[in-house]
């Protein structure tokens, strides 16, 4: 809860109007200060005040004077609610019956520390994902599971179709999905404005042919990490795990070390055919990678109502699987005239 201490101004309205200005202090939980009201009839009145600080801010302002004591003081009860953007709002009622309602803003004195400059510290965590397969009740499940932390903020969708970029907010972007039929790449982004006014941002790149991403940013480190993982894991479900592996790792440091072993095979006799062999398989490979990344796309997207038939929706993996099995094909055959 947002702590009520320092000086507030503002209005009172109802039975009586007029200007406040009000110290707080705060001890644990409860109030203490003085309240300045300067009645548009009556004019300036002071009075101590003392509460508690809860969900419900429930005060009593007793009035005072520093010239000479009151013989009757007027007494007032007041509510109050810190609202979501700093401010307070509540009602007040005395004890002879006047009524009405107050909204205070925060003010500072000559003696606050000034904080607007300070460095906020910003976490933020980038998750790469693999090869993913989308229907568009897919992306609905995501977007309404991305925008629970942001009920108050639209998401935006951008895509890229017949060579140019366009930018929706999400709910225009469903509205013309039929027409849309099929996308190789979307971006996703939504963000909001926490209460210590650093944003908290989300942006998701389904990328054709790069990497795609999931990037998270804010103050809350625990949020963060929290959000970026749970993203992932909505992703896990329509990722195609051979293609992500061929794209992400493709001819490692690791597969060089095996060649360098393949040379030294003493099947394979001599030395220059050991290293045919060995550049024959790294040839084969490069291609597997190549083809991959050229035709076989990093991310569909089906947006129709109109399910895709079963080729539609498969041929990348079979495509992968074939490339795949030709090149084992392939270097098995190598090696075999190479020792016959």
Same mark, same amino acid.
């Given at each position: 809860?947002?702590n009520?201490?320092g000086n507030?101004?503002g209005r009172?309205?109802g ?13 644990k939980d409860?109030i203490?200060?003085i ?7 009556f004019g300036l009145?002071?009075?101590i005040i003392?509460g508690?600080q809860n969900?419900i801010?429930q005060l +009593?302002l007793? +009035?005072f004077?520093?010239r000479? #004591? ?5 007494k007032?009860?007041v %509510?109050?609610?810190? +609202?979501n953007?700093g401010?307070?709002?509540g009602?007040w009622?005395?004890e002879n ?16 520390k000034d904080?607007s400059t #300070?460095p +906020?510290q @910003?976490?933020?965590k980038?998750?790469?994902?693999g ?11 995501? @977007?309404?599971y991305i925008?629970k932390?942001?009920p108050d ?7 890229y179709k017949?060579?140019?970029?366009a930018?929706?907010f999400?709910?225009?972007f469903f509205?013309?999905?039929d027409?849309?039929?099929e ?8 963000q909001?404005?926490?209460p210590?006014?650093?944003n908290? *941002?989300?942006? @998701?790149?389904?990328l054709?042919? #790069?990497?795609?991403?999931i990037?998270?940013s ?7 990490l929290?959000k970026a993982?749970s993203?992932?894991?909505q992703?896990l479900r329509?990722t195609?795990?051979?293609i992500?592996?061929i794209k992400k790792y493709g001819l ?7 060649f360098?072993?393949l040379?030294? *095979?003493?099947e *394979?006799?001599?030395?220059s055919k ?5 550049g024959?398989?790294? @040839?084969?490979l490069?291609i ?6 050229r035709f076989i ?11 895709p038939? *079963?080729? %539609? ?5 079979i ?5 795949s099995?030709t090149s084992t094909?392939v ?5 075999y005239?190479?020792?016959?």
């Amino acid at each position: 809860m947002k702590n009520i201490e320092g000086n507030w101004a503002g209005r009172i309205y109802g039975t009586n109007t007029g200007n406040v200005f009000c110290n707080f202090k705060l001890d644990k939980d409860e109030i203490t200060g003085i309240a300045r009201i300067n009645d548009d009839a009556f004019g300036l009145s002071l009075f101590i005040i003392s509460g508690k600080q809860n969900s419900i801010i429930q005060l +009593q302002l007793t +009035q005072f004077s520093d010239r000479e #004591e009151l013989t009757n003081p007027v007494k007032i009860n007041v %509510k109050l609610k810190l +609202q979501n953007d700093g401010n307070i709002i509540g009602d007040w009622i005395s004890e002879n019956g006047h009524a009405g309602t107050l909204a205070l803003y925060p003010h500072k004195n000559v003696d606050s520390k000034d904080t607007s400059t #300070e460095p +906020q510290q @910003i976490y933020s965590k980038t998750v790469r994902l693999g090869s993913v397969r989308l229907f568009r009740k897919d992306i609905e499940e995501i @977007i309404n599971y991305i925008k629970k932390d942001f009920p108050d903020s639209r998401l935006i969708i951008s895509y890229y179709k017949y060579g140019s970029e366009a930018i929706k907010f999400a709910d225009d972007f469903f509205n013309e999905a039929d027409s849309l039929g099929e996308l190789k790449g979307l971006k996703l982004s939504i963000q909001d404005t926490a209460p210590n006014f650093i944003n908290r *941002i989300v942006n @998701i790149d389904l990328l054709p042919r #790069e990497n795609s991403e999931i990037r998270i940013s804010g103050s809350n480190e625990s949020w963060v990490l929290g959000k970026a993982e749970s993203i992932r894991n909505q992703f896990l479900r329509f990722t195609n795990k051979l293609i992500t592996v061929i794209k992400k790792y493709g001819l490692t440091l690791n597969s060089l070390i095996f060649f360098i072993m393949l040379v030294l *095979i003493p099947e *394979i006799n001599p030395i220059s055919k050991r290293a045919i062999f060995v550049g024959s398989v790294v @040839i084969l490979l490069s291609i597997l990678v190549l083809v991959h990344r050229r035709f076989i796309p990093n991310t569909i997207i089906f947006l129709s109502d109109i399910k895709p038939n *079963i080729w %539609k929706r498969i041929w990348p993996s079979i495509l992968s699987w074939l490339i795949s099995l030709t090149s084992t094909v392939v270097g098995g055959l190598i090696y075999y005239y190479l020792t016959k």
